[in-house]
């Protein structure tokens, strides 16, 4: 069994920067794709960031693209993600996502099997 447990939220100001940790422990052993998405109130939860087994390559939401950055250290089995220049309409529940076996780039809900808890980034105005 995988646990995944998300680290590093907060309130920030609008323009200010905040750093995730996503932590893996359980049955990691296999090579797995990670992923961070968000949900904010009465809105789906999408895609933020995603990163393949290698870290060599990422995909990242338009809404982020060039202000959030992803990243892992598979020694330390732990995901981060930091988040410069941060918006308001930034903020949502960030969850981190683990699909287990695969070396591929995994950007769908739909495609993993392990979540964890969430970690709530509110930037104010």
């Known amino acids: 069994q995988v646990q995944l447990v998300e680290s590093g939220g907060g309130l920030v100001q609008a323009g200010g920067s905040l750093r995730l940790s996503c932590a893996a422990s359980?049955?990691?052993?296999?090579?797995?794709?990670m992923a961070w998405f968000r949900q904010a109130p009465g809105k789906e939860r999408d895609i933020v960031a995603a990163?393949?087994?290698?870290?060599?390559?990422?995909y990242y939401a338009a809404s982020v693209k060039g202000r959030f950055t992803i990243s892992r250290d598979n020694a330390k089995n732990t995901m981060y993600l930091q988040m410069n220049s941060l918006e308001p309409e930034d903020t949502a529940v960030y969850y981190c996502?683990?699909?287990?076996?695969?070396?591929?780039?995994?950007?769908?809900?739909?495609?993993?099997?392990?979540w964890g808890q969430g970690t709530q980034v509110t930037v104010s105005s």
């Open positions: 359980g049955r990691t052993y296999n090579k797995y794709a």
């Open positions: 990163i393949n087994w290698s870290g060599g390559r990422t």
């Open positions: 996502a683990l699909e287990e076996s695969t070396m591929n780039l995994l950007t769908l809900a739909r495609q993993y099997d392990h």
